[in-house]
């Protein structure tokens, strides 16, 4: 529906450039009664006047270009330094729960007179303990991909109300 809406809106502003189009022709004198060089100034003027709208429509969208930039700076989060920390922390946990699963697995597949009921609890501790190290992670993630959003969201609402 926007496209359909966009599209009319182009068409509109087609025909209404052809309408002063017109109504410069009209009230131009005819091309043939005027000198030559004062038809060459008559469209020089013209071409000079549609340069000049062109660039103050140009600098109109580079006004609005650098106000929205201005507004995305503004509103990107920075994610904060304890969030950045705990990840970090997450992932030492995560990575050190999985050397303790490797370990726990090396062991069971050493033993030479079968696995032990102990081996096993240990392989299934160090099991659990890497799955909530890996969620724990993925939760710190999560809520920086969460800040990131929000501010893109809140950068949409500006503009849109703007």
Do not use: C, W, Y
């Amino acid at each position: 529906m926007t496209e359909i809406d966009e599209l009319q809106r182009r068409i509109t502003a087609a025909f209404d450039r052809i309408g002063q189009g017109v109504h410069m022709l009209d009230a131009a004198p005819a091309a043939d009664a005027l000198p030559e060089g004062a038809l060459a100034k008559a469209e020089a003027d013209v071409l000079r006047m549609e340069l000049q709208a062109a660039l103050a429509h140009s600098e109109a969208l580079q006004d609005k270009l650098d106000g929205v930039q201005d507004k995305l700076a503004k509103a990107e989060p920075e994610i904060s330094s304890t969030l950045v920390a705990e990840l970090e922390e997450q992932i030492a946990k995560l990575k050190e729960a999985n050397a303790e699963l490797m370990a726990a697995n090396e062991a069971m597949r050493g033993a030479e007179s079968g696995v032990t009921i102990e081996q096993m609890d240990q392989g299934v501790v160090a099991e659990l303990a890497a799955l909530r190290a890996e969620r724990a992670a993925e939760a710190t993630e999560m809520k920086a991909l969460l800040a990131l959003v929000e501010g893109a969201n809140r950068v949409a609402s500006e503009e849109e109300s703007t």
